[in-house]
Antibody
Framework: EVQLVQSGSEVKKPGESLRISCKGS????????ISWVRQMPGRGLEWMGR????????NYSPSFQGHVTISADKSSRTAFLQWNSLKASDTAIYYC?????????????????????WGQGTTVTVFS | QSALSQPASVSGSPGQSITISCTGS?????????VSWYQQHPGKAPRLVIY???NRPSGVSNRFSGSKSGNTASLTISGLQAEDEGDYFC??????????FGGGTKLTVL
């Protein structure tokens, strides 16, 4: 089964660092780009950034550039989202998702097919 | 970067059709054919229901369809069912390998 499995919930204090993970299984991680998406409590989805696990090239939303770092480890088939100094406003659910789609019996990888497989989400709570 | 504009809520009775709009600009929705739509039920991860404006992934009911005109994309759900109730988000490519979501629309099946 193709799936993305994320690390568990985290409770942190402002100023602390954190790295959460997203492990792919059932497919080759390097074949598909991975994006990270934030959902603050009771709010909508926000695209944060993406990585190509093949070469670890990244792009970020201007809203998140400089505040988070996205990385990947091909050997462990895992993508990461990292903060060096958390704020209370970082409290949210964070999802990873792969870029691709399956239709008509075929699966396609590539940045423009939408995000077809999502992790279960990691809840991050930051308070003092 | 502001979110794409979606109505906050829409509603319909079982069997009816509804349409959710997603309005952006020539820099996103209007400039590319890469608009996708996601369904999210409470406490669950989003689910892809339309990609590349009007393509359905495997396993998605043909009651879901998408279209685009100018800077506005639309998701239509026909033959509404109770299970369709939830939140719906559009997402558009915005160039330079970046994406932008809409603010989301809450669908209520009456």
């Amino acid at each position: 089964e193709v799936q993305l499995v994320q690390s568990g919930s985290e409770v942190k204090k402002p100023g602390e660092s954190l790295r959460i993970s997203c492990k792919g299984s059932g497919y080759s991680l390097t074949t598909y780009w991975i994006s990270w998406v934030r959902q603050m409590p009771g709010r909508g989805l926000e695209w944060m950034g993406r990585i190509d696990p093949t070469d670890s090239y990244t792009n970020y939303s201007p809203s998140f550039q400089g505040h988070v770092t996205i990385s990947a480890d091909k050997s462990s088939r895992t993508a990461f989202l990292q903060w060096n100094s958390l704020k209370a406003s970082d409290t949210a659910i964070y999802y990873c998702a792969r870029h691709g789609a399956c239709s008509g019996g075929r699966c396609y990888s590539g940045p423009f097919y939408g995000m077809d497989v999502w992790g279960q989400g990691t809840t991050v709570t930051v308070f003092s | 970067q502001s979110a794409l504009s979606q109505p906050a809520s829409v509603s319909g009775s079982p069997g009816q059709s509804i349409t959710i709009s997603c309005t952006g600009s020539s820099s996103d929705v209007g400039g590319y054919k890469y608009v996708s739509w996601y369904q999210q039920h409470p406490g669950k991860a989003p689910r892809l229901v339309i990609y590349d404006v009007n393509n359905r992934p495997s396993g998605v009911s043909n009651r879901f369809s998408g279209s685009k005109s100018g800077n506005t994309a639309s998701l239509t759900i026909s033959g509404l069912q109770a299970e369709d109730e939830g939140d719906y988000f559009c997402c558009s490519y915005t160039g330079r390998s970046t994406w932008l979501f809409g603010g989301g629309t809450k669908l209520t099946v009456l």
